[in-house]
């Protein structure tokens, strides 16, 4: 779906996050979450001169990176992101594709950051503190080979 235009800028609380193929059954597990970030891309310069030329540099593009998505989440007992990360451990990464879905108002779609190749490189688990009154939260960090906007060629 290309991304849907308007003047007024979008909210940033509205958002799902969609990866396949982790659950147990092999479809895709939609979440909620408080906080998604990493979507990212960097292209490094590589400085270049000629000895013949002028004392200035020449700057070509190099590698692209993209930076690790972050999903931050309340603890709710599901384990399906864990179970990915277990058999990341065990030496099986399953790499997957994912989402980052932006909505309006209304929960209505209007714009999708996928990426390609994505596996678990990290969880963190919840710290506990009896003397403050927050949620339990995880944080699953996913390292990725590509990050498009949907509906761009």
């Not at 997957?96 to 990426?115: A, C, Q, Y």
Request: charged share 25%.
């Amino acid at each position: 779906m290309p991304p849907v235009y308007r003047d007024d800028p979008y909210n940033g609380h509205n958002f799902e996050v969609i990866i396949t193929g982790v659950s147990d059954d092999g479809t895709a597990v939609k979440g909620s979450f408080a906080e998604a970030s990493g979507l990212e891309v960097t292209i490094d310069p590589i400085e270049y001169r000629n000895g013949s030329e002028d004392i200035t540099v020449r700057k070509m593009p190099g590698l692209k990176k993209f930076t690790n998505i972050t999903l931050k989440r309340g603890v709710i007992g599901d384990l399906a992101f864990w179970n990915w990360i277990v058999e990341a451990m065990n030496g099986l990464v399953r790499r997957t594709e994912g989402s980052v879905i932006m909505l309006d108002e209304n929960r209505r779609e209007v714009m999708r950051w996928n990426f390609k190749r994505g596996w678990p490189t990290k969880w963190t688990g919840p710290g506990f503190n009896a003397k403050n009154n927050e949620i339990a939260m995880e944080t699953l960090e996913i390292c990725h080979e590509g990050l498009e906007i949907d509906g761009q060629a």
